[in-house]
């Protein structure tokens, strides 16, 4: 199983994109500016938009997911309860999942915006995929939704996972990261030796970096033992 | 000062809560009632019991720029210019004062390539930008911002900061899931469950909060 993008291209009258790499399976991590392209990446992985020129192709993946970073636009239903058995699961275990605490008969679209991306990644991570694109799974989660969530994304040893996100601090376990430098997607290799080529990385990990304490992993527990050498 | 004196709405309570002008940030568990704070700060709503008052005036006797945690319920125009124009134009600016206004604002966000795009087809982050710009371009007395961050990256976070600081604006009232961010704030607000548990300084707040996920991580790693 594997992605490979063949030298993909896309040019708009006001940036551009060019990709180029194979993506076995693991958890890979993708960071970049804000409207460097990430999402489109994300939806031209999924298959959902088209290069100009290039190719992608999906050996061996049949079942693809991709979580828009806006979870609103993921809502099919007009309850809490509708959306959970949209997804065929019962609501009352998506919220006690979720740990969001309101009825099941109230509206969706009126929880809070992280109740709302809790509840669609608890639907969203219930079920396998062969490829899993996670556009922004961080954004709008408190800070405790987040570790669940690095967990939750740490645990999928099964398949392809690409996390688009300019989170600074909760990352899940990371095999591979790549970003997007003036509109080029490149490769900054396998963990953790991809830590030294990574221009986006947060100013924790820059300054580990710097110090010689490269973390092994980007969980919390690599960071923060990467950071006790450090002070040692 | 801006206060709140008996404050019920829903599930959000504040018996008595005074904020000197700076920057105040609120953190905390999601659905602990933060957005509905802030939308009664900037008057979107307006208490059920008690009163909220920004040096003596209701909220919507005050000029307030407000940021929606959903981007896209920021976005009432076509084109980005429209949308940063439209706080002037609603004042009734020249249109030689607005268009002045309008380059001079997207200058400072570094987002002077963006005026034609259609609001639309803007990235997440592009959103956020826009929206935080066009809270403050008409320079209110209060900036309340609502995870106005939770799609930039770090640059853009570090420049927002920067604008923020330099924006004059007395009271800036905003929630933010990056405690990084909210370390850097006047004080810190920390709700749950409707209730504020902790308020003050940010060390202060977050020594009450140590060993928690809301301790910032970098904290951690201080030698």
């Known amino acids: ?232 | 000062m801006m206060t709140f004196e008996g404050v019920r709405f829903r599930d959000l309570s504040v018996p008595s809560l005074a904020l000197p002008p700076g920057i105040t940030t609120l953190i905390g568990p999601n659905g602990a009632g933060k957005s509905t704070f802030l939308k009664l700060c900037a008057g979107i709503k307006e208490p059920e019991e008690g009163l909220v008052s920004i040096d003596g005036s209701s909220p919507r006797q005050t000029e307030v720029g407000y940021v929606n945690e959903f981007p896209d319920r920021n976005l009432l125009f076509s084109t980005v210019k429209d949308e940063l124009a439209s706080p002037l134009r609603f004042r009734h600016a020249s249109c030689a004062e607005t268009e002045r206004e309008v380059r001079a604002c997207a200058e400072w966000w570094g987002m002077g390539g963006l005026l034609d795009r259609d609001a639309r087809d803007l990235s997440g982050g592009e959103k956020c930008l826009v929206a935080l710009a066009t809270a403050g371009i008409t320079r209110p007395r209060v900036l309340v911002l609502d995870e106005y961050d939770s799609h930039l990256d770090a640059g853009r976070c570090a420049v927002a900061e920067c604008i923020l600081r330099s924006s004059g604006a007395p009271y800036i009232i905003r929630c933010t899931q990056q405690m990084e961010a909210a370390a850097e704030s006047d004080r810190l607000l920390f709700l749950e469950k409707g209730r504020i548990v902790h308020a003050g300084e940010p060390a202060a707040v977050f020594a009450e909060l140590a060993g928690t996920p809301f301790y910032p991580l970098s904290w951690r790693c201080r030698r």
């Not at chain 1, 809790?118 to 939704?145: A, N």
């Not at chain 1, 645990?155 to 601090?169: A, D, L, M």
Request: with cysteine.
């Open chain 1, 1 to 232: 199983m594997r992605l490979v993008l063949d030298s993909i291209a896309l040019a708009r009258p006001h940036w551009s994109l060019a990709a180029g790499g194979t993506f076995e399976p693991g958890i890979h991590l993708v960071s970049g500016d804000v409207g460097s392209g990430k999402s489109t990446l994300a939806l031209i992985m999924a298959g959902l938009a088209a290069p100009d020129r290039g190719a992608v192709s999906r050996d061996g993946i049949g079942q693809v997911m991709l979580s828009f970073q806006f979870p609103e636009f993921h809502i099919t239903g007009f309850s809490v309860a509708d959306e959970c058995r949209s997804w065929n699961l019962e609501p009352e275990a998506v919220l006690a999942s979720a740990g969001i605490v309101v009825s099941p008969e109230r509206s969706a679209l009126s929880l809070s915006r992280g109740e709302l991306k809790r509840l669609h990644l608890t639907c969203l991570l219930s079920r396998e995929y062969d490829l899993l694109l996670l556009d922004e799974p961080f954004s709008s989660l408190d800070c405790p939704g987040k570790e669940w969530a690095a967990g939750e994304i740490s645990r999928r040893r099964r398949g392809i996972t690409v996390v688009f996100t300019h989170e600074q601090s909760i990352f899940p376990h990371t095999d591979h990261i790549w970003e997007i430098r003036e509109g080029i997607l490149t490769d900054c290799g396998a963990m953790p030796g991809a830590l030294r080529a990574w221009e986006h990385a947060p100013a924790i990990i820059q300054r580990l970096v710097a110090e010689g304490c490269i973390p092994d992993d980007l969980t919390k527990e690599s960071v923060v033992e990467a950071a006790c050498r450090m002070q040692e």
